[in-house]
């Protein structure tokens, strides 16, 4: 009887640490938020101004045009995935110019702080310098959450093919998309499940008059008061494959 107790306990034993193995292993796996999400604004060598978005699986959206008085216009979008630790991060990524259908293969890195990035992008052998900053909380705060009744309602602006629409917003974050072209579009828009300031979207192109009919195509949105006492609204969208982006920039 001691006998068959003591291997009883023995089996037991080896449960418990093949139990607490199992979720030391689990507990590795859980995945580390990037070092360096957040938003930031900044501008590059070559005189464009910068919106920059990364989020916390590292994966970035950077929004780029010139300014004309308070006017954002935007000429392109980059796209693509960060990894950052002790001071320095690298990029791999995708740059579409308007109109957003020739994407170019990027790389890059640089340094970092709390609150700054500095680094480049190069792209076909020429080297892009970028130097951005976490704007004040007055202006935008990232940390906070994103408030879908700050979204509801109609957006007028442009597009990155130059094309000038509209975007409307219900209250379930449901959404339409119309244009001087024709093109039309339906979706979904909605807080990021990680309680950043940060909104998820998602939509589908019309089945006429749109240079890719039932495409679908996801991203991010964020609005922020602008310098003109009015608030903007960036949208930045892919294709899975990332063969095409589109944004979207409006005020009011």
Not at 70 to 77: I, R, S, T
Not at 82 to 111: E, W
Request: charged letters at 10%; hydrophobic letters at 35%; a neutral charge.
């Amino acid at each position: 009887m001691k006998l068959k107790q003591r291997i009883n306990f023995g089996v037991v034993s080896l449960m418990l640490l093949t139990l607490t193995a199992c979720l030391k292993d689990l507990g590795s796996n859980t995945p580390t938020e990037s070092v360096i999400q957040g938003y930031y604004q900044g501008s590059t060598s070559k005189s464009k101004t910068s919106d920059l978005v990364i989020l916390e699986d590292g994966s970035f959206w950077q929004i780029y045009g010139s300014m004309s008085g308070p006017a954002f216009n935007v000429q392109g979008v980059i796209t693509g995935s960060t990894s950052a630790g002790n001071g320095n991060f690298s990029l791999t990524a995708k740059d579409f110019p308007a109109p957003g259908t020739s994407p170019v293969q990027a790389n890059g890195g640089g340094t970092y702080t709390v609150t700054t990035l500095l680094g480049s992008i190069t792209e076909n052998g020429q080297t892009t310098t970028l130097s951005a900053v976490v704007p004040v909380s007055s202006s935008f705060n990232y940390n906070s959450a994103a408030n879908l009744p700050s979204i509801v309602g109609s957006w007028p602006g442009t597009f990155l093919n130059g094309d000038i629409g509209r975007i409307d917003v219900a209250t379930d974050g449901t959404f339409t998309v119309s244009s001087t072209s024709g093109c039309s579009a339906t979706g979904l828009i909605k807080p990021r499940a990680n309680g950043k300031n940060v909104f998820d979207i998602s939509l589908i192109l019309g089945a006429s008059a749109c240079a890719s009919p039932n495409l679908a195509m996801s991203g991010i949105a964020l609005t922020y008061p602008s310098s003109n006492f009015t608030n903007r609204l960036i949208v930045g969208l892919g294709t899975p494959s990332q063969s095409m982006a589109l944004t979207f920039n409006a005020e009011r």
